[in-house]
């Protein structure tokens, strides 16, 4: 089983693998442990979200690809 | 409704012409359960301060009846009130006394809304929902009208009720004393130290009459007094001015608002307060003075305590608060009282209201304490079934009432009560019970805002 992901620790510029194989960064975090502000990278299920910015759910994340340099 | 004569509350078991209210009003479960959907959701109720909320995403929660509600403010600015109940479950969506944020996450499935209550998460939107839950029709439940009043909020749930200043009437003008800065304009106020709550065992109408002109129970201060909370280390108070002035009991018929006033004979000064701290004295003393120069005869009136119908009780000068009496069933009653002082006021002053009030007000204030003692037990006493039997007096005063009262050219609106010679009066608490009757009988606003 994947380690779950405390949502409330990403920040901005954290790079994320989130379900449908789909990759986005942080842009910002509610601090809500529920949802995270975030930008598609890439998303080969439906490439029309590519730079589209949306709200990620914590159950959708399956793991931190990248953490950002402060 | 002032048509109506009979009724089951109105000269019923509020029965006004006999001056006896029914004990049953107070402590019956199911005439509460009545109270609740007659009174707290179509009258209008005082939510909170603009100071509270001065960025956008500040938020304050706040309770209207025994609804929770979240006063925010949106990344526009604009100003809302909202249901703290998830559209999905019911979860509160909001369990911080305030604070600032982008959204509103029920921690149960982790429905999202925005700060002007949209839903904007829906977890598994695109696998469970398939995309197809509008979620244009699940944002929160907004109140259905909120006005600001000179920095405070007020909201109604029922969309045919007046508006807010027509709600008040006239009775905005003793209102103002309340919301006003100390030198009569309309500079800005802020609630300093949070907003004190805390629980009595007592019906919320216990508070709410006393609030609403009871100055019978001042026996109950003596030790108060005596002790000498006052900013001058004497009495409870420091308004020397009241010596010279007429002391009046205002109503409003129609709204079920009340209040003391004190008016002062045309031409005499504002005595001096606060003497034992000379930079408040000096600040209350040049505010007073800029205060009755643009205030004109207006200027003569200094405020008292009063009631704005059903449940929000004013404090306007010594200590400056607000509070509500929010019910909590028909044995209980969860106190807020939020202190006021002038945003622009230097610290030292700030400091010296802010020992002041708690010293007077709150769960800790010992004049707040003498009232709880006396709530507590009145209800207590109250709720036997020999006791049910026997109705309370409210015949002080009965008859005395004036109408289009004038002082040395000083014309006071509303329903007049002088109790500079006879020292005490039931009329504001008649007037609040009244409103109350009406209330509980009438079947909408049609009825309640018979001025129309």
Sequence with gaps: MAEVVNVRLLKAGDKLQVSHGATVVVVSNPLDGVWIFARYLASPEDPSLEGTEDMIFAQDIIEVLEISGD | ?452
């Design chain 2, 1 to 452: 409704m002032a048509t109506k004569t009979k009724g089951r509350f109105v000269n019923g078991l509020v029965d006004m012409k006999a001056g006896k209210i029914s004990r049953e009003i107070f402590v019956n479960e199911e005439i509460y359960a009545e109270e609740q959907e007659q009174v707290f959701t179509r009258a209008w109720l005082f939510i909170g301060h603009e100071s509270q909320v001065p960025k956008p995403g500040d938020y304050f929660v706040s309770g209207m009846g025994e609804e929770s509600v979240i006063l925010c403010r949106d990344r526009e600015g604009a100003l809302h009130v909202f249901l703290n109940s998830c559209r999905h479950r019911g979860m509160k969506v909001c369990r911080y006394d305030e604070g600032n944020t982008p959204v509103f996450t029920c921690p149960y499935h982790g429905w999202s809304y925005a700060t002007d209550g949209k839903l904007v998460g829906v977890p598994f939107f695109k696998d469970a929902y398939h995309e197809k839950l509008d979620k244009s029709k699940w944002g929160l439940v907004e109140v259905a009208q909120m006005e600001v009043y000179k920095g405070s909020i007020w909201a109604t749930w029922d969309p045919a009720a007046p508006p807010f200043t027509e709600y008040l009437g006239d009775f905005k003008m003793f209102f103002d004393l309340s919301l006003e800065a100390w030198n009569g304009t309309d500079e800005p106020l802020e609630v300093i130290g949070g907003v004190q709550k805390w629980l009595i065992p007592c019906n919320w109408k216990f508070p709410a009459e006393n609030f609403s002109g009871d100055s019978y129970h001042n026996i109950s201060h003596r030790s108060v007094d005596m002790v000498g909370i006052g900013p001058s280390g004497t009495g409870r108070r420091d308004t020397q001015e009241r010596a010279d002035s007429r002391r009046l009991q205002v109503s409003f018929p129609d709204r079920g608002h009340q209040t003391g006033i004190y008016v002062l004979p045309g031409g005499s000064p504002t005595a001096a307060s606060y003497q034992q701290s000379p930079e408040v004295a000096d600040y209350f003393r040049e505010a007073e003075e800029k205060r009755r120069a643009i205030k004109g005869e207006w200027g003569r009136v200094t405020g008292s305590p009063g009631e704005i119908f059903p449940n929000t009780a004013l404090h306007p000068r010594q200590p400056r608060s607000i509070a509500v009496w929010h019910p909590r069933g028909a044995h209980q009653t969860e106190v807020w009282r939020w202190y006021l002082v002038d945003a622009g006021a230097p610290y030292a002053v700030k400091d010296f209201l802010r020992q002041y009030y708690i010293r007077y007000s709150g769960p800790g204030g010992l004049t707040e304490q003498d009232d709880m003692e006396n709530w507590n037990y009145a209800h207590s006493a109250s709720r036997g079934t020999i006791a049910r039997r026997h109705p309370y007096s409210y015949e002080q005063g009965m008859g005395s009432e004036q109408t289009n009262f004038e002082l040395d050219g000083l014309k006071i609106p509303g329903t007049v009560m002088d109790l500079t010679e006879a020292k005490s009066s039931e009329q504001n608490l008649r007037n609040f019970y009244k409103r109350w009757a009406e209330f509980m009988d009438a079947p909408s606003w049609d009825e309640l805002a018979d001025w129309r």
